[in-house]
């Protein structure tokens, strides 16, 4: 554990994610789980009124990472119109990083202290730990009519982050102040149905375990009674079982654990998935409650919630489980994988096979899904003849012709990929360092963490220029689209004018003649009826008129 | 009624009338609508105080997790002092569950449309006494208590559902929200309702047609109150007053279903039954029935002879938009695909043209190397002459 020194040295970094359909309780979970006002609920412009935990403090203000929605804004702040809610919010994940003042020791004796207020200011600060804790929240998800768009979206993110800490470590020269942003444990809110996973949770637990530790939650779980709640639990451990979601389980190892871990772990696994339920109100004792005509819930009542035993899991036993699985099985897989096909790709272009990245796309590889998601989004892979298929020929040429069915962008931007990799291969193959002679492997190392960290961070560039240019296409469409609606109204309106004008002519040219009725009252009624008219059966008074 | 006046008996008319209806007894069909896991099937269940419906669990074990928009038609009939009601009850299971829900209202709108149009056509027969009608009186689209507000989906199918029938939105589970974020969320989803012009039935306000003042402030209560948060439950407590009611029971307290103050369950009950369900059967009749009607009349009117009934809209398979989206992405795999091959085909040919001139060129070469040696052959035998 050489990172541990380190860690202390530089603060414990910890990032959670908070996923799942809106009105599942995320933002008041992460209020209460902090036991502050962190994030405002959807639509009230103001965080709901707690008190301030002395011992958590924002460092960042939330901010946008990501966003991808149909009209190209970010709409997890949007304020509540009633005439535009019909439209798709989109999928936004937001960051926050808070700074977590507390004894490493203490931490679990914290978590587990009820929440009174007497316990949070004896801690006055002689052992003090800094956790910097990034909280990454999701919004919009489930929102939507099409919610893939959230998927990719999120593991996108996610991948990002491994992406970045990979770039990094295969730098030469570090960053000192690199910040680790890997999510380690993902809060997956389940919405309370009472049937079981539906088919975006598990799509959306299966994606995200790629990545990180994934706990399964069940929100506002008072909407069980107590045999509801044991049954729903059952129903959902059975279907992650049967459509093998992976999610983080408590599994106990015999032989090494002690007896106390494997009794603690068997009991969570036995508890999974956590039941929550969350609140924003307190009684006159500083609990947290809901408050119904029929009664009152204390949140922390181990005895309806798990809340508590959820805290202890995130900041106290498991804390370090997390961030290790993390470290250690997730992203070394991830690595292990990103870099045989990096450099791969790259031995084969040395030997002239360039075509050979495009017909190792579609394996299993995490290139996958960035040609999908990223760069080749239009490009599909079953247009292009996998070239290692083609009988071979003795004319070379004619094969690289034939491969000119792609898009031109795309060639072009796949050419300039290219071209950037020869550049840095042949700076690499020229500078008499590396060409070393009887070391092809080091030559390859060398080769690795040369190219590496440039790759990546090209692929990220075209990944996010591209969209970028699609969310503004989406935004000027959206513009557009406003322009048209505003010019219809106008055009509508100039319409109702002159017909009002006309009317006006009209009536008083009655009046001219017939002066038993007097203009004045003929005319207010006159243009009213004309109005309601108007708002209701605008296109038949048009070809009325026309 | 006095005494000197002779009655004819003509003020037994509605004595007449109401054995008429009690001996023919009356149909209500209503639908619900929502996503999965809001408690529709345990609502209806509650509502008509028996085991209508099963929730089957098992019956869901069995399905892929991808599903489709399904029409579920469940026929009871109900008696209550000699007077039987025939009950239909539309469930949509599968709407909203999955991941992309565009256009999953389809099948629903589409049913309703249809029972319109079979009503219709059943009216042009020659012979008409027996009738099938399954028009939906009354849409109950559940929301789920997020307490946030409308999503997309709720909006978009619950216009399209209220042009069609008489439409009740109804907050499900309404026991996962305080009193406080539930009137929020009232108040959110009435806004929105308005703005979008959603049309949501309401009982009839007019004073002419409402004389009985008591009445008119019931049918107040119950628009104010909408749109009703219901909780539903199939079992019974004792409440603690001596009296068992249906009731969740939670380790906090106990949920009672027909406490006013715990939920609206009473008032959308009295709105479906006790007191507009005449309403909601005749405002299904003429105006949604009406307009549906006069739409195909007259759609059809312009381009067919007048005398022949209007036509049924080919509502086939095709005509659903997801099914064409489906169908457009499968044909243009299907010519990438082709393409695809083709292009290796090209490829193939033009490799084995290639070939074959490279052959040529060779056999060429060699028939003229041959020439060369007979040529040489030749020569040499001259001079050997």
């Known amino acids: 554990m050489h990172g541990r020194k380190k860690d202390h040295k530089r603060g414990i970094t910890y990032s959670m994610l908070l996923v799942g359909d809106s009105g599942t309780g995320k933002t008041s979970f992460a209020n209460n789980l902090l036991e502050t006002a962190i994030f405002p609920h959807k639509y009230a412009m103001e965080v709901p009124g707690l008190p301030e935990n002395p011992r958590v403090k924002v460092v960042k203000p939330t901010m946008v990472v990501s966003y991808n929605s149909k009209n190209g804004i970010p709409s997890h702040m949007a304020q509540f119109d009633p005439a535009r809610e019909h439209f798709e919010p989109g999928v936004t994940i937001t960051s926050t990083s808070l700074e977590i003042s507390t004894g490493s020791e203490k931490l679990s004796s914290r978590a587990s202290m009820s929440s009174d207020g007497s316990s949070m200011t004896q801690n006055g600060g002689v052992d003090t730990d800094k956790i910097s804790f990034n909280l990454v929240k999701s919004y919009g998800l489930g929102e939507n009519l099409d919610n893939s768009l959230c998927f990719d979206e999120i593991t996108g993110f996610l991948e990002q982050q491994f992406d970045q800490v990979l770039a990094e470590e295969t730098r030469i020269k570090r960053n000192p102040r690199f910040e680790d942003t890997r999510v380690h444990v993902a809060l997956y809110f389940i919405p309370p149905t009472g049937h079981g996973l539906r088919e975006m949770d598990v799509e959306m637990m299966k994606r995200l375990s790629r990545f990180t530790n994934v706990l399964p939650i069940i929100s506002r779980a008072d909407s069980f009674s107590t045999e509801e709640l044991a049954k729903f639990k059952a129903t959902v451990m059975d279907d992650i079982e049967r459509f093998n979601v992976p999610v983080y389980k408590f599994e106990v190892d015999p032989e090494e654990d002690d007896l106390e871990t494997v009794e603690e772990n068997q009991a969570l696994a036995m508890l999974q998935p956590f039941a929550v339920m969350c609140s924003d109100e307190r009684n006159d004792s500083g609990q947290f409650i809901r408050r119904y005509p029929w009664g009152e819930i204390n949140i922390d009542d181990s005895d309806v919630s798990d809340l508590r035993v959820l805290k202890n899991v995130l900041f106290g036993s498991h804390f370090q489980e997390f961030k290790d699985t993390t470290q250690n099985f997730l992203y070394e897989n991830y690595r292990a994988e990103k870099l045989s096909t990096v450099s791969d790709w790259d031995v084969d272009k040395e030997s002239g096979d360039v075509n050979k990245r495009n017909s190792a796309a579609p394996s299993l590889s995490n290139f996958a899904s960035l040609i999908t998601t990223g760069q080749f989004k239009s490009s599909n892979s079953l247009a292009m003849p996998p070239q290692s298929e083609t009988p071979s020929t003795p004319d070379s040429k004619t094969i690289s012709h034939g491969s000119g069915m792609e898009s031109p962008a795309i060639r072009q931007i796949s050419q300039s990929i290219r071209r950037g990799n020869e550049e840095i291969i042949n700076n690499i193959k020229s500078s008499p360092r590396s060409s070393a002679p009887g070391s092809p492997d080091k030559s390859k190392l060398r080769n690795i963490s040369e190219t590496v960290p440039y790759v990546l961070k090209h692929e990220r560039i075209i990944a996010k220029q591209q969209k970028l240019e699609e969310l503004e296409a989406q935004s000027a469409k959206e513009l557009q689209k406003r322009i048209q609606d505003l010019e219809k109204r106008a055009a509508d309106l100039k319409l109702r004018e002159r017909l009002l004008r006309q009317q006006h002519l009209n009536s008083s040219s009655t009046s001219l003649s017939s002066r038993t009725t007097s203009a004045s009252q003929t005319l207010p009624t006159q243009t009213k009826l004309k109005k309601e008219e108007s708002m209701t059966d605008l296109a038949s008074i048009v070809s009325g008129r026309v | ?385």
């Open chain 2, 1 to 385: 009624m006095t005494s000197e006046k002779v009655v004819v008996g003509v003020s037994n008319l509605p004595n007449q009338r109401y054995k008429i209806v009690s001996e023919n007894g009356g149909i209500f069909t209503m639908m619900v609508c929502g996503e999965s896991g809001l408690g529709k099937t345990t609502f209806v269940n509650t509502l008509f105080q028996t085991t209508l419906k099963h929730a089957d669990p098992q019956q869901r074990r069995h399905q892929p997790i991808k599903r489709t928009v399904e029409i579920d038609v469940l026929r009871a009939v109900l008696e209550e002092k000699n007077f039987s009601l025939r009950v239909n009850v539309i469930d949509t299971p599968g709407f909203g569950d999955n991941v992309n829900n565009n256009k999953s209202w389809q099948t629903i709108v589409d049913f309703i449309d249809e029972q319109h149009d079979s009503y219709m056509r059943q009216e042009q027969q020659p012979h008409r006494d027996v009738r099938f009608d399954l028009r939906v009186h009354a849409v109950l689209y559940f929301i789920r208590p997020t307490g946030h507000g409308l999503k997309p989906l709720d909006i978009e199918t619950m216009k399209r559902i209220s042009t069609r029938a008489n439409l009740i939105p109804v907050i499900a589970k309404s026991d996962t929200l305080t009193a406080k974020e539930l009137q929020e969320f009232k108040l959110r989803i009435r806004q929105v309702v308005e703005a979008q012009e959603i049309r949501i039935f309401t009982p009839p306000l007019d004073e002419s047609e409402v004389p009985d003042p008591a009445v008119m402030e019931h049918a107040r209560q119950l628009i104010e109150s909408m749109p009703f948060a219901v909780v539903g439950s199939e079992a019974k407590f004792d409440n603690g007053q001596g009296s068992v009611v249906p009731a969740r029971k939670y380790p906090w307290g106990l949920v009672e279903v027909e406490n006013d103050s715990h939920c609206d369950f009473r008032k959308l009950r009295s709105l479906l039954l006790r007191t507009n369900l005449l309403d909601l059967v005749l405002s299904t009749e003429e105006l949604h029935f009406e307009a549906y009607r006069k739409l195909r009349l007259e759609g059809s009117g312009a381009s067919d002879d007048q005398s022949v009934p209007a036509r049924a809209p080919a509502r086939k398979l095709s005509h659903n938009p997801q099914f064409k989206e489906e169908e457009n992405a499968l044909k243009k795999y299907f010519t990438d695909q082709v393409k695809a091959e083709e292009q290796r085909f090209r490829q193939w040919e033009q490799n084995i043209v290639n070939e074959r001139i490279r052959l040529n060129g060779d056999l060429e070469e060699v028939q003229a190397k041959v020439k060369k040696l007979e040529e040489q052959v030749r020569s040499l035998q001259l001079r050997k002459h």
